[in-house]
Structures are given as structure tokens and as C-alpha cells.
T-cell receptor, first 114, second 116 residues
Framework: AQSVTQPDIHITVSEGASLELRCNYS??????LFWYVQSPGQGLQLLLK??????LVQGIKGFEAEFKRSQSSFNLRKPSVHWSDAAEYFC????????????FGKGTKLSVKP | EAGVAQSPRYKIIEKRQSVAFWCNPI?????LYWYQQILGQGPKLLIQ????????DSQLPKDRFSAERLKGVDSTLKIQPAKLEDSAVYLC??????????????FGSGTQLSVL
């Protein structure tokens, strides 16, 4: 069965430090994978998506993610975190059909220390 | 361009009462989704509309939840009667699907429902 796992519920990093948020998936075919960000009281905003091709995907706000089929992972990275990056991050897998047919992980809450 | 509008922003009801949420998608967006996001979890798709027709409602608890999208624009999601476990944020999203265009979802800010 398809699933998305985000092992870290809460991560705290210092401003300016690098960030990596983990995401593992289970899916029987080539996955379409997404990272979304949700700020308090806001809807979800798409950071980046992987469909095929280059396994290193660039997104908005300086984020990137690397698809590793051998590890069933799609980890999100940012070289230098800003205080405004504090939010909740969701990894999602598309299970076919429309892009809204998504299975989300439980999310990772990112806190940024000054 | 205006985003996806949802109302009300917050709703508190007692169990067994009924409640309705409203969503106004971005103008011209043919596809509309409703998601349920329980605290501590990611959103779960409830129902997908294409214009005014239902494409997928396999995860909608049809014994108490209903949704409609009259005229293929605005949509309402109703719960009757509500249970404690329905406490969640209900998110609406819309997308424009056209030939050669990758579908991009736009999410509203959601309606936070508390069932007491």
C-alpha cells in the first residue's frame, strides 16, 4: 500500500544553519512526489515537485529536494535557514489521476532559533 | 489574482449538530478538492469535483458528510450530524486543468472545526 513517512515530528535549527527534512515513501510505481509548506493559519503552498528526470529538484524560497529511488526517499534541504522558514512541512505522494490525489505525511514542524 | 476563499474561518459546534463550510475557488478553476486535516496529521482527500461533477468521493464518510458544487463554481461541504472525531481543519483547493498545462493546486486557508 502507498504511504508517506516523515520520521521527524519537530526539528529546531539555528538561523543560518543548514536544514534537511526527511521523507520516505512506499509506492509500487514511479512516484510523483511533492513538498508543501504550511504556515500557521494558512493554506498549503507548493515548494517543489518531482515527476521524472533530474533527481535533484529546485523549488521556491531556496529549497531543493533529492529523489533517491534506492532509499525510497525524497528529502528536503536548504543550505541556510531564515527565521521566516519556521512552519510545518508536508511531504506528499500522488497516487494517480489528478495532482490533488495526494497522500500526505504527518508533517514536520520546523522551529528556527535566532 | 484572488486566492481560494473559504468561510467561516472558525466554527464551534456541539456533537450531533450540523455544520456547513463554503469554498469559492479561483475563477476559471474547473477542479475543486476538499481535504480534512486532523491535528497532527497531513491532509486527507475527501472529495474531488471536476466542474459540477464528482470525480472521486471514495474517502468521504457518506453517512454524515455531503458536498456539492452547483454550477461548477462554489462548493459546500456539510456534516450532519457531527461527531467529536470530525474536529479538524477543512481545506479547499482548486486547480486549472488545461491542455499541456501541469496542474497546480491552490489551497485556501481552511475552516477550523471544533466539535464539543
Amino acid at each position: 500500500a502507498q504511504s508517506v513517512t516523515q520520521p521527524d515530528i519537530h526539528i529546531t535549527v539555528s538561523e543560518g544553519a543548514s536544514l534537511e527534512l526527511r521523507c520516505n515513501y512506499s509506492y509500487g510505481a514511479t512516484p510523483y512526489l511533492f513538498w508543501y509548506v504550511q504556515s500557521p493559519g494558512q493554506g498549503l503552498q507548493l515548494l517543489l515537485k518531482y515527476f521524472s528526470g533530474d533527481t535533484l529538484v529546485q523549488g521556491i524560497k531556496g529549497f531543493e529536494a533529492e529523489f533517491k529511488r534506492s532509499q525510497s526517499s525524497f528529502n528536503l534541504r536548504k543550505p541556510s535557514v531564515h527565521w521566516s522558514d519556521a512552519a510545518e512541512y508536508f511531504c506528499a505522494l500522488n497516487y494517480g489521476g489528478s495532482q490533488g490525489n495526494l497522500i500526505f505525511g504527518k508533517g514536520t514542524k520546523l522551529s528556527v532559533k535566532p | 489574482e484572488a486566492g481560494v476563499a473559504q468561510s467561516p474561518r472558525y466554527k464551534i459546534i456541539e456533537k450531533r449538530q450540523s455544520v456547513a463550510f463554503w469554498c469559492n475557488p479561483i475563477s476559471g478553476h474547473a477542479t475543486l478538492y476538499w481535504y480534512q486535516q486532523i491535528l497532527g496529521q497531513g491532509p486527507k482527500l475527501l472529495i474531488q469535483f471536476q466542474n459540477n461533477g464528482v470525480v472521486d468521493d471514495s474517502q468521504l464518510p457518506k453517512d454524515r458528510f455531503s458536498a456539492e458544487r452547483l454550477k461548477g463554481v462554489d462548493s459546500t461541504l456539510k456534516i450532519q450530524p457531527a461527531k467529536l472525531e470530525d474536529s479538524a481543519v477543512y481545506l479547499c483547493a482548486s486547480s486549472l486543468m488545461g491542455p499541456g498545462q501541469p496542474e497546480k493546486l491552490f489551497f485556501g486557508s481552511g475552516t477550523q472545526l471544533s466539535v464539543l
